[in-house]
């Protein structure tokens, strides 16, 4: 099992910048790729960006490439999420999730724990 809790979000203008952080607890922090997803609503729920378990190396949405980046730290059993220029088609609640699978993993049901979500407001 493992534990994810995200933090950080909040209500910010448009063009400001938030950082979300996600601590996760249990089993190896190391043996899972980690992602970002997001769901505003009425939709459903989209990938943001992961990062390899392996390699370290990231993929990012079409819409967010060169806005956000995500990153991870072993040491604290953290992943975040640094989001730049944000845009009031932003504003959706966040989610951090862990998979067992290998590389670049952008499938919501590839995922196998979820946090509990942050919401995220821009404001226009």
């Known amino acids: 099992q493992v534990q994810l809790v995200e933090s950080g979000g909040g209500l910010v203008q448009a063009g400001g910048s938030l950082r979300l952080s996600c601590a996760a607890s249990?089993?190896?922090?190391?043996?899972?790729?980690m992602g970002w997803f997001r769901q505003a609503p009425g939709k459903e729920r989209e990938f943001v960006a992961t990062?390899?378990?392996?390699?370290?190396?990231?993929y990012y949405s079409d819409s967010v490439k060169g806005r956000f980046t995500i990153s991870r730290d072993g040491a604290k059993n953290t992943v975040t999420l640094q989001m730049n220029s944000l845009k009031a088609e932003d504003t959706a609640v966040y989610y951090c999730?862990?998979?067992?699978?290998?590389?670049?993993?952008?499938?919501?049901?590839?995922?196998?724990?979820w946090g509990q979500g942050t919401q995220v407001t821009v404001s226009s």
């Open positions: 999730a862990a998979s067992s699978a290998y590389g670049h993993v952008v499938a919501a049901g590839s995922y196998n724990y």
């Open positions: 249990g089993r190896s922090f190391s043996r899972y790729t």
């Open positions: 990062i390899d378990r392996i390699d370290g190396t990231t």
